[in-house]
């Protein structure tokens, strides 16, 4: 299918027989200044239809990250905080080994010396 691009002009010009032709299948038209397309002319069935995959390919990109939750309620909530309690035990024990390591470096620098 040829690219069609009109100018705002034009497309204003035959806009009656245009929607004709997309509502007939015969579409889209671009719409632009000096070739550059800014708009689109389409029937609004081939809108929807587009509108609708754009829809269902995001959901299906969401499709491997799905996952399945099983057991009693209170076991959500209680999974829930041995994820933050671990989250927040490994950010405490990253942070001690990174004070660590710069209490060791700063121990084997020599007295008086500039700090790097």
């Given at each position: ?27 889209p ?18 809108y ?37 309690d ?31």
């Open positions: 299918m040829t690219k069609r691009t009109l100018t705002v002009s034009e497309a204003r010009k035959q806009l009656p027989r245009l929607i004709q032709e997309v509502t007939a299948g015969g579409g038209f671009y719409l632009g200044a000096r070739g550059a397309a800014t708009a689109v002319l389409m029937s609004a069935a081939d929807e239809r587009r509108a609708a995959n754009v829809v269902s390919e995001a959901v299906g990109a969401w499709e491997p990250l799905r996952v399945e939750i099983v057991g009693a309620p209170g076991e959500l909530e209680e999974a829930i905080r041995d994820l933050r671990h989250a927040v035990t490994s950010a405490i024990e990253s942070w001690d080994r990174q004070v660590e390591r710069e209490a060791r470096r700063r121990s084997r620098r020599p007295k008086g010396a500039a700090r790097p």
